[in-house]
């Protein structure tokens, strides 16, 4: 499918600085819209339903599920979570940069879906450093703290399928990375679409 706006996927193991990475690059580049999934997880300390999640019961993401009404979904941590088509069809159609924040089973599913989506992992400098990222956000339990450790090494093998992998060591320097690469597809594709056009210019395709 062709659209003339930008699909970025980011993936990571829990903790490893993507909510914040995305976040920050929103508030530099006002482009870049967020996908709001949906998610049958309880919601967290400030977390506002239609914000960071539509939060749904296990039926009203049933009902979705049949209706069809997810680009993907997936099992994390043991919740389901899905990208609803409303989240990014019609921002892409309008030319909006989409950037969508789900696991590497779901930015997987996306990719078959949607072949110029960009998708990134983003890779915690250490397995230290993501346990005590986990347990300073304070926001899990020490129970769901372990399950998502636990988790992370599977997660993190999948990193050699994305398009690019980001170290957050230092922030300022993963958010420089994360920048560039939005550029760098803008740039890219603009050029592509660019060349089509001649093409069909040239060739009288209407
Ligand atoms: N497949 C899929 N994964 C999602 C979606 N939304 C969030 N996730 C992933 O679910 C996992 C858990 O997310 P969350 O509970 O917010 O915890 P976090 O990883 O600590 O931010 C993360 O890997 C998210 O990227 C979605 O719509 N689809
Ligand atoms: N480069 C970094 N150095 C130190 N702490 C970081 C860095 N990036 C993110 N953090 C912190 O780590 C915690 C987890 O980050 P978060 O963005 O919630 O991760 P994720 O969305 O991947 O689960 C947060 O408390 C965040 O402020």
């Not at 699909?7 to 508030?27: I, N, R």
């Not at 909006?96 to 789900?102: K, R, T, Y």
């Amino acid at each position: 499918m062709d659209y003339p706006g930008n699909l970025f996927v980011v993936s990571a193991p829990s903790g490893a600085g993507k909510s914040s990475l995305v976040k920050a690059l929103m508030e530099l580049d006002a482009r870049v819209q967020p996908s709001v999934s949906h998610t049958t997880r309880a919601p967290r300390g400030q977390e506002k339903h239609g914000r960071e999640y539509f939060f749904a019961s296990e039926q009203e993401f049933d009902a979705m599920v049949q209706a069809n009404g997810f680009v993907e979904w997936a099992n994390v941590h043991g919740r389901r979570y899905g990208t609803s088509r409303k989240a990014i069809e019609e921002r892409v159609a309008q030319g909006a940069d989409v950037v969508l924040e789900i696991d590497y089973q779901g930015a997987l599913q996306i990719k078959q879906a949607f072949v110029n989506a960009v998708l990134i992992f983003i890779l915690p400098p250490s397995w230290d450093e993501l346990r005590s990222r986990l347990e300073r956000r304070g926001e899990d339990t020490a129970d769901v703290i372990d399950l998502r450790l636990k988790n992370a090494a599977q997660e993190m093998a999948e990193a050699c399928k994305f398009d690019f992998v980001i170290i957050n060591e230092v922030f300022e320097r993963a958010l420089f990375d994360l920048k560039t690469i939005v550029h760098a597809q803008r740039l890219k594709y603009a050029a592509q679409r660019r060349a089509r056009a001649q093409t069909f210019e040239s060739l009288n395709i209407p």
